[in-house]
């Protein structure tokens, strides 16, 4: 039991109502055609305030390990406000959340810095990817976060 969180990215491949083609056959899965495909982008493990963070700024505050979708312009804020150390002026707590690491800090497990670089890569790929898409016509991409506990 914990709080597990994951970064998404889904990718449409069913394009103006016709399915997509590999070497001309349409793809399908189990007997019907396949409209996305989800990437798994990130995950983290008990980073409370990461996850207390996404909760406040995109989702309302509302914490009900609903899918949050995140734009360009939100990833940009992320990545800016973990450059910026900014990501824990205020304390996550909740049950079974764990706690995330502080400027300084370090365990057995790692440190602040090495969670704040990883944080910062995975959100930097993820806003990347989404970017790359911008001059393609004949696909959708979105990226989400989502949390479980």
Same mark, same amino acid.
């Given at each position: 039991?914990? *709080?597990?969180?994951?970064?998404? @990215?889904?990718?449409?491949?069913?394009?103006?109502?016709?399915?997509?083609?590999?070497? @001309?056959?349409?793809?399908?899965?189990?007997?019907?055609?396949?409209?996305?495909?989800?990437?798994?982008?990130?995950?983290?493990?008990? $980073?409370?305030? *990461? $996850?207390?963070?996404?909760?406040?700024?995109?989702?309302?505050?509302?914490?009900?390990?609903?899918?949050?979708?995140?734009?360009?312009?939100?990833?940009? $804020?992320?990545?800016?406000?973990?450059?910026?150390?900014?990501?824990?002026?205020?304390?996550?707590?909740?049950?079974?959340?764990?706690?995330?690491? $502080?400027?300084?800090?370090?365990?057995?497990?790692?440190?602040?810095?090495?969670?704040?670089?990883?944080?910062?890569?995975?959100?930097?790929?993820?806003?990347?990817?989404?970017?790359?898409?911008?001059?393609?016509?004949?696909?959708?991409?979105?990226?989400?976060?989502?949390?479980?506990?």
């Amino acid at each position: 039991m914990g *709080l597990d969180m994951m970064l998404y @990215g889904d990718k449409s491949i069913y394009i103006k109502n016709t399915p997509a083609k590999v070497d @001309g056959f349409p793809v399908e899965v189990d007997g019907f055609p396949v409209e996305s495909i989800v990437l798994d982008m990130g995950y983290w493990r008990k $980073h409370a305030n *990461l $996850h207390g963070f996404i909760v406040d700024c995109f989702a309302d505050g509302n914490d009900d390990c609903q899918r949050i979708n995140l734009d360009v312009d939100d990833l940009n $804020h992320l990545i800016k406000t973990l450059e910026d150390d900014k990501m824990y002026e205020e304390t996550t707590t909740g049950f079974f959340f764990g706690r995330s690491y $502080h400027p300084g800090e370090k365990d057995e497990y790692g440190s602040y810095e090495e969670q704040k670089a990883r944080d910062i890569d995975l959100f930097t790929k993820a806003r990347n990817w989404l970017m790359s898409n911008y001059s393609k016509k004949d696909e959708y991409r979105s990226v989400y976060y989502q949390a479980s506990w």
